[in-house]
């Protein structure tokens, strides 16, 4: 036998592969195209039958994976904490327990739940996140800083392309970590770049930090409404059928496993899901100022959209 591990961050390398079973790991992160591409890879033949295994959390009730087991396209084979002899109790109501919302219901309790009164309903991973390309020379780039020590620093950087829109094509979201160290990561990934700015958040000591360490910035415009807006219709699907801004895949530089362990987004991308307005006493969302957890990456974002 033969076990061949492989990534997906250029599917058409596996499309010469023959094999009797695929295992995805954290299949939500797949889209629907990549899905079917690895179906048609079940063709060795050696064992009696075929299978494709989708290993996953849930995610939002609009995921192909679950649209696929409603309609009879895969059988879903549902699994609790409490089945995992190494799942310790103290994680369950220490950390599960202690989520809110819907990564309760999805992380705790395992089921496909949407976000109650989201922020950008317009977004759609499957439209908005995009494979890697390298950014042509010619394009606009630009920076943008939300600060955080307890809570993640955030450094994006966005390419415009000739049509106005907007690619998040590398990010740092890492909690934990001095403003100092930061700077010098920034300058390493943006070597050979040259920007037309630095959007900062207004913090002016760890303005002053980027400054002393050679990296210039401009203060954010904050006003959360019109910058709302302002994203809300770059998310919307334009005349062509496209969206005007995109996050690329594998923007991430690296993972935060601390998030990661604590159930927190470890990225931008994985921010949009809980990203919901406030609500009022009854209980209904207050379509004025969204709540403030876990929204470092929809901050920066909305402070460069505004900046454009």
């Given amino acids: 036998s033969t076990i061949v591990l492989a990534g997906m961050d250029k599917p058409e390398r596996l499309m010469s592969g023959e094999f009797d079973i695929i295992l995805v790991c954290e ?28 290993d996953c959390n849930p995610g939002a009730p609009t995921h192909w994976l679950k649209k696929s087991a409603d309609n009879g396209g895969m059988e879903r084979i549902p699994s609790r904490h409490e089945d995992n002899p190494s799942v310790t109790e103290e994680y369950i109501t220490e950390v599960l327990d202690k989520l809110t919302g819907h990564r309760y219901l999805r992380l ?50 966005w390419a415009m392309d000739e049509d106005g829109r907007m690619y998040l094509y590398r990010e740092i979201y890492k909690a934990r970590t001095i403003v100092a160290d930061h700077a010098e990561r920034i300058k390493e990934l943006s070597e050979g770049e040259s920007y037309e700015t630095t959007v900062a958040d207004h913090d002016a000591e760890d303005r002053a930090t980027l400054a002393r360490a050679g990296i210039d910035t401009a203060q954010a415009s904050k006003d959360i409404s019109p910058g709302v807006q302002a994203v809300s219709n770059r998310l919307r699907l334009a ?55 876990d929204d470092h990456g929809m901050d920066a974002m909305r402070y460069g959209v505004v900046y454009l």
Wanted: proline share 8%.
């Fill in 27 to 54: 299949a939500t992160e797949l889209n629907e195209d990549e899905g079917e591409k690895l179906t048609t890879r079940l063709r060795n033949g050696i064992v009696p039958y075929q299978q494709i295994i989708y």
């Fill in 108 to 157: 705790r309790k395992g089921l496909w739940a949407a976000a109650e009164g989201a922020v950008y309903p317009e977004f759609d991973a499957a439209v908005h996140i995009v494979d890697s390309f390298p950014i042509p020379a010619s394009w606009r780039r630009m920076r943008v800083i939300d600060f955080g020590y307890t809570n993640p620093f955030v450094c994006q950087w």
């Fill in 239 to 293: 005349g062509d059928g496209r969206p005007r801004l995109f996050l690329l895949r594998d923007a991430l530089v690296d993972r935060d496993q601390g998030l990661a362990d604590a159930k927190k987004p470890c990225g931008t991308a994985e921010e949009f899901d809980g990203y919901i307005w406030k609500k009022s006493p009854d209980g209904k969302p207050v379509k004025e100022e969204p709540v403030k957890v």
